[in-house]
C-alpha cells in the first residue's frame, strides 16, 4: 500500500493535467499508459495528475463526437496548475496544449522537469499552492 501525504485543503498539491494521445494506435492502451504515468505521478506526492482519458467509460455507456470531448477537457483543463504533455501525436492533446499555452499555464514535455517545477523551493518557479 502506498503511503500518501494527506494536506489540507489551504495547501493543495498542484493539479496536473496529463495531455497524450487518445485515439491512436488505440483508446484502451493509451488509456492504460496514461494510468500508469499518472500513478507514477501521484506516488511522487508532488503533484496530482488528471487523467482526461477516464472518459473511455463514459463514451463506451452514452458516445459523443470528438468535439464533445475536446470541450469537456478543455474545461478541465482550465482548472489545472499545469500541463505534462506526452509524446506522441495527437489532435487533442495539441489543441489542449495550445490552451494551456495561451492561459499562461505551464507546459511541460518531460516527466522530470513537471516534478523539479512541482517541487520547487524558488517561489519565483514554485507552482501555486505549493507546500515546498
Given at each position: 500500500?502506498?503511503?500518501?501525504?494527506?494536506?489540507?485543503?489551504?495547501?493543495?498539491?498542484?493539479l496536473?493535467y496529463?495531455a497524450?494521445?487518445?485515439?491512436a494506435?488505440?483508446?484502451v492502451?493509451?488509456?492504460?499508459?496514461v494510468?500508469?504515468?499518472?500513478?507514477?505521478?501521484?506516488?511522487?506526492?508532488l503533484?496530482v495528475?488528471l487523467?482526461?482519458?477516464?472518459?473511455?467509460?463514459?463514451?463506451?455507456i452514452?458516445?459523443?463526437?470528438?468535439?464533445?470531448?475536446?470541450?469537456?477537457?478543455?474545461?478541465?483543463?482550465?482548472?489545472?496548475?499545469?500541463?505534462?504533455?506526452v509524446t506522441g501525436?495527437?489532435?487533442g492533446?495539441?489543441?489542449?496544449?495550445?490552451?494551456?499555452?495561451?492561459l499562461?499555464?505551464p507546459?511541460?514535455?518531460d516527466?522530470?522537469a513537471?516534478l523539479?517545477?512541482?517541487?520547487?523551493?524558488?517561489?519565483?518557479?514554485?507552482?501555486?499552492?505549493?507546500?515546498?
Amino acid at each position: 500500500m502506498t503511503d500518501v501525504t494527506k494536506h489540507t485543503p489551504e495547501q493543495p498539491l498542484p493539479l496536473v493535467y496529463i495531455a497524450a494521445p487518445y485515439l491512436a494506435p488505440d483508446p484502451v492502451w493509451n488509456t492504460h499508459d496514461v494510468i500508469k504515468l499518472a500513478s507514477r505521478l501521484y506516488e511522487t506526492k508532488l503533484v496530482v495528475p488528471l487523467v482526461p482519458h477516464l472518459t473511455l467509460l463514459w463514451h463506451a455507456i452514452e458516445p459523443h463526437p470528438a468535439e464533445y470531448w475536446y470541450d469537456y477537457d478543455l474545461h478541465l483543463l482550465r482548472r489545472c496548475d499545469a500541463v505534462l504533455r506526452v509524446t506522441g501525436p495527437s489532435k487533442g492533446a495539441d489543441i489542449e496544449t495550445d490552451e494551456a499555452a495561451s492561459l499562461g499555464i505551464p507546459v511541460f514535455r518531460d516527466e522530470a522537469a513537471l516534478l523539479a517545477w512541482a517541487g520547487g523551493s524558488d517561489p519565483q518557479t514554485r507552482p501555486p499552492n505549493s507546500l515546498a
